[in-house]
């Protein structure tokens, strides 16, 4: 199948199944006589878990672990387990965060009365930090 059958067929774009392919993620496909890019059902389910692993928020590394470990069978499922225990203790971080965000916006939130001249929620984000900005993926959310 062409690079376009193959989009329509897992949901993907034409330009992100090419950035797989850069990123080493997806094997290159076969050119044809008109070097057109040929793929097969391989290219098809590796695409397919790549798109699932993405929807689970896994990063690009964890995926190549993930795919290296497939292509050496032999390996045990313990590495496997590893990489995914691995990961649900970096969601659990993340949702710890985001809640921490969410409760500081809520407590903001609580603070307006409604109505009055001067927003106490903009005033409040404009006030020295307002709690210890949590890390999600590396990042100090607001704050530059």
């Known amino acids: 199948m062409k690079i376009g059958e193959l989009a329509s067929r897992c949901g993907a774009t034409v330009e992100t199944i090419r950035y797989y392919e850069k990123a080493g993620l997806l094997p290159g496909a ?3 006589g008109s070097n057109y890019r040929v793929y097969g059902d391989a290219h098809l389910a590796r695409l397919r878990l790549i798109r699932n692993c993405r929807l ?3 990063s690009h590394d964890e995926i190549r672990t993930l795919l290296a470990l497939l292509d050496t069978p032999d390996q045990a499922c313990d590495e496997v387990n590893a990489l995914i225990d691995a990961h649900i203790g970096h969601l659990d971080a993340r949702i710890a965060a985001l809640s921490t965000l969410r ?3 809520g407590a903001l939130r609580a ?12 005033d409040g984000l404009s006030d020295a930090p307002l709690a210890a900005q949590p890390v999600v993926d590396g990042c100090r959310h ?3």
Do not use: E, F
């Open 30 to 32: 076969v050119r044809d």
């Open 142 to 144: 607001g704050v530059q």
């Open 103 to 105: 409760d500081t916006l």
């Open 111 to 122: 603070r307006c009365g409604g109505g009055s001249d001067a927003c106490v929620i903009v």
């Open 56 to 58: 689970l928020d896994m």
